[in-house]
């Protein structure tokens, strides 16, 4: 009766809240499981910020839901983004939701969880649907707790959402999330987050800093900071000093923390960029020569009609300022196509910038109609045909520059933070600085450690190497 299933859709914010989630529900005396076959509960984690991301999890609800049929103790929940938006209209949809539990509520689980189990101990009349979707005051304190997990604790359908992120839960935890904060106030208007996640609502430094001593004596050694909009992190609670804003303070405190190799964060936003985070790139040598910058369009006139503040050239400045701080240095993006009235010269400006900046890495989106957002008002569809297309030169661009950047390290050697056995198990496999994958031959006692490794093959996606 106590064994539960948590699949997560979307980005690394839900993937985080996954595991706080599950580490609550261990704390209770529940029994996390890697496949919904051998769950009695079944909690999808859910991802709202395109079309598709909701239908799959509607999908997959709909699918387990005709379980019920046949096992009427089965408890099937949906949490998080989805949840948030569509609200209690989801069960017109799936009317057979014991749980339906919004984004600032995931500590509630556990609670609501045991009535549940509570009344169908008591095989009373089951009851309806419980509903937690309000805002609650301090929730952003509440994804902290990490547990550590065996391989396949959750399982994550990355191609729902954001993108994947290889952060293995493996028994020896080298790469780990830290939350700190939630929310977003900027009105993006293609973008639904603001509604799921709500205002911004940062953890406190010495909060933040705790978790990550006491995951770095656990032998983590490399941190991600996570938030919707991490460049304003604490940026109304916390002042800023020595003209340093408050993002800048927590990553020095992250940085003196002697066990800690590596530091990345995602996804700031480029409005962040002042002098004291490029700065801190060059000071800093443990924050990673990677920087992950959203673009969406390289046109001034849809980024205006995105609501962002920065043009092209604005954006081009940034990315030089970076590089002047550590030549290095390795970039991804988000680039949204097809958004309403994108022509082919806005496209063609989108595809020069994507060029000039030679991204390394990135997440390419058809623009999808969020109900709600200003984009959704707006003229000037998008075929479906040159979505497609668009996104298919992007994706070319991306493969080659992906490719020769790789390939540069052809020959030469590189310092590897090595995380774990590869998929195959053959091999470990690991990160550069720059987070490239590398895959070598290797001892198991080598996980945790950072090695030289000379790089004798490159594609686009990774890297082959000898231990030096
Ligand atoms: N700052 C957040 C953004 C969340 S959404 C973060 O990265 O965590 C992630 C990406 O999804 C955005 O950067 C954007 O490129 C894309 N996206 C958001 N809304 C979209 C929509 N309506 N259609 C297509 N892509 C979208
Ligand atoms: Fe969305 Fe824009 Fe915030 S993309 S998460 S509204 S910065």
Do not use: W
Not at 125 to 143: C, K, Y
Not at 375 to 401: I, P
Request: proline share 5%.
């Amino acid at each position: 009766m106590n064994r539960v299933f948590i699949r997560t859709y979307g980005c690394q914010m839900n993937e985080r809240d996954s595991e706080a989630v599950a580490a609550m529900l261990r704390a209770r005396g529940y029994v996390i499981v890697d496949s919904e076959r051998s769950a009695d509960v079944v909690l999808l984690n859910t991802c709202s910020v395109r079309d598709q991301a909701e239908q799959k999890a509607i999908g997959k609800a709909g699918y387990l839901a005709a379980r019920k049929k046949r096992n009427p103790d089965f408890v099937l929940g949906v949490m998080g983004c989805m949840a948030q938006n569509r609200g209690a209209d989801l069960l017109d949809r799936l009317p057979d939701l014991d749980l339906l539990v919004g984004t600032q509520k995931f500590h509630q689980i556990p609670d609501h969880l045991d009535n549940i189990m509570a009344s169908l101990r008591a095989q009373g009349p089951r009851p309806s649907t419980i509903i937690d979707l309000e805002a609650e005051a301090g929730s952003q304190n509440t994804i902290r707790d990490h547990l550590f997990t065996s391989e396949g604790d959750h399982a994550h359908d990355a191609s729902a959402g954001a993108g994947e992120h290889a952060n293995g839960s493996r028994p020896k935890q080298v790469t780990a999330f830290i939350s700190i904060m939630q929310g977003c106030n900027m009105a993006c208007t293609f973008c639904i987050v603001p509604k799921t996640r709500g205002e911004e609502r940062s953890r406190p430094i010495d909060d933040i800093v705790a978790e990550a001593e006491e995951l770095a004596s656990r032998g983590v050694r490399d941190i991600t900071l996570l938030g919707q909009i991490v460049t304003s992190y604490g940026r109304r609670e916390f002042p800023f000093v020595d003209g340093k804003s408050p993002f800048v303070q927590l990553i020095e405190r992250v940085h003196a923390i002697p066990g800690i190799a590596r530091i990345r964060f995602t996804s700031p936003h480029p409005r962040g960029f002042k002098d004291d985070l490029v700065q801190a790139f060059r000071d800093l040598p443990k924050l990673c020569p990677n920087v992950h910058l959203p673009l969406q369009s390289g046109s001034d006139r849809i980024l205006r009609l995105m609501n962002r503040p920065y043009t092209r050239d604005r954006y081009l400045e940034i990315i030089e300022s970076l590089r002047r701080a550590v030549p290095e240095m390795y970039f991804s993006t988000d680039i949204i196509v097809g958004f309403p009235g994108e022509t082919e010269e806005d496209f063609e400006q989108t595809r020069d910038i994507f060029e000039r900046v030679g991204f390394d890495m990135a997440y390419i989106f058809k623009y999808s109609v969020r109900t709600g957002t200003p984009a959704a008002e707006m003229a000037g569809e998008v075929s479906t045909e040159d979505k497609e297309r668009r996104n298919q030169v992007l994706l070319d661009l991306l493969h080659r520059q992906s490719l020769a950047r790789n390939e540069q390290l052809l020959g030469r050697t590189v310092e590897v933070l090595v995380e774990g056995p590869d998929k195959v198990g053959r091999r470990l496999s690991g990160r550069t600085a720059g987070n490239r994958l590398v895959h070598f031959a290797g001892d198991a006692r080598l996980i945790g450690e950072l090695i030289p490794v000379k790089i004798e093959r490159a594609s686009a996606a990774s890297l082959v190497g000898e231990v030096v």
